[in-house]
């Protein structure tokens, strides 16, 4: 039997126009990218401008920049008035690189050909099970980050950027406390870590990563922190470092499959004091048909690196194997949630 939805007067959905408009989803993907490249966003932070006079100032044809600025607009990014002026919306304002955690670099970087020829090659990953990025390149995807500085670069400012928006909200959702040290692992370029100690003058923090990573940190710049942080290079999957008191895994699970997780989480574990707390950030999973911003990214991480986001059950699972135990799982008003867990007894 067929499920039918039905809109609100009732009549059944177009489904010819729904599948063609679901299949030329990669067309939105580039008109995105283009917008972004173009920096339409920028012109129009002074007030509406036509397609005509921004095209002068992007360099591009104003008949064809229209057109992908009012696909835009049919999804919220821009908006076009009746004398046919474009218009700053919310999401095209984020697209703006002259604003406080602008989204600019996370665009352009998730639409970057290396993401588009791995998610072309999508069906492989479904029959072998295997990241198509792999088989696109040549090697995995953190082997040929290391060896491509460009997009390596391109990638650290584009997890930074798409990072902004959500470490004030992870630092002022957790209880941190007012005293100890935050080892944040796999940190990046520490923007959570800047968050968290910004909020509790009493912490120290511990920055942990690869070297391109922590040489390009957010902290160094900031008066605030002199002298309460430190920056450590190395690899997770080795060891990391000991004696702090919260451990903060943000974006890095879900980059793995459970294996290797596990061995990450195992590391923590040995480093952590028996009263320390565990905290990782990622999207939980809901149950049901639901949109959700997680089961996106769960096919953008099995297709890129062979990770994937997981469910309440999932994590309990992965934490009870490395010696761990879940205590809760705190939402917040953005898309990841923080998972806590302490040291099994």
Not at 101 to 110: C, G, I, N, T
Not at 125 to 146: D, H, I, M, N, Q
Not at 269 to 276: E, G, K, W
Request: with cysteine; proline share 6%; aromatic share 6%.
């Amino acid at each position: 039997m067929v499920d039918t939805p039905e809109n609100g007067d009732g009549g059944v959905r177009d489904v010819t126009g729904q599948l063609v408009e679901h299949a030329l989803g990669h067309l939105f993907s580039a008109a995105l990218r283009t917008a972004a490249l173009c920096r339409a966003a920028d012109h129009l932070a002074a007030g509406p401008r036509t397609a005509e006079q921004l095209a002068e100032l992007t360099g591009t044809h104003a008949g064809h920049l229209r057109r992908v600025l009012r696909f835009l607009a049919t999804r919220g990014v821009f908006r076009e008035d009746g004398a046919g002026a474009f218009h700053l919306t919310p999401l095209a304002d984020a697209l703006r690189t002259d604003v406080p955690d602008s989204l600019h670099p996370a665009v352009v970087l998730l639409t970057d050909q290396a993401f588009r020829r791995t998610s072309a090659g999508l069906e492989e990953t479904v029959r072998t099970a295997g990241p198509s990025f792999e088989r696109a390149f040549g090697k995995p995807f953190f082997a040929y980050l290391a060896e491509d500085p460009a997009l390596r670069e391109l990638f650290d400012s584009g997890m930074a950027s798409l990072s902004g928006p959500v470490d004030a909200v992870i630092a002022g959702t957790y209880p941190f406390p007012e005293k100890g040290t935050v080892v944040d692992v796999g940190g990046g370029r520490g923007g959570l870590l800047r968050a968290v100690l910004r909020g509790r003058p009493g912490l120290t923090g511990v920055l942990f990563d690869q070297t391109p990573a922590v040489s390009t940190n957010l902290l160094g710049g900031d008066e605030e922190l002199r002298g309460r942080w430190r920056a450590e290079s190395g690899d997770f999957f080795a060891e990391v470092p000991a004696g702090g008191d919260i451990y903060v895994l943000k974006h890095v699970l879900h980059d793995w499959p459970d294996a290797d997780c596990g061995r990450i989480l195992r590391n923590c574990r040995a480093a952590m004091a028996p009263d320390a707390r565990l905290l990782i950030v990622d999207c939980v999973l809901p149950s049901g048909n639901e949109p959700h911003i997680g089961k996106t990214l769960d096919v953008a991480m099995a297709a890129i690196v062979d990770g994937q986001e997981r469910t309440e059950d999932e994590f309990a699972a992965l934490l009870v194997g490395a010696g761990l135990r879940l205590t809760r799982i705190l939402p917040t008003d953005t898309f990841p949630s923080i998972v806590e867990a302490v040291a099994a007894p």
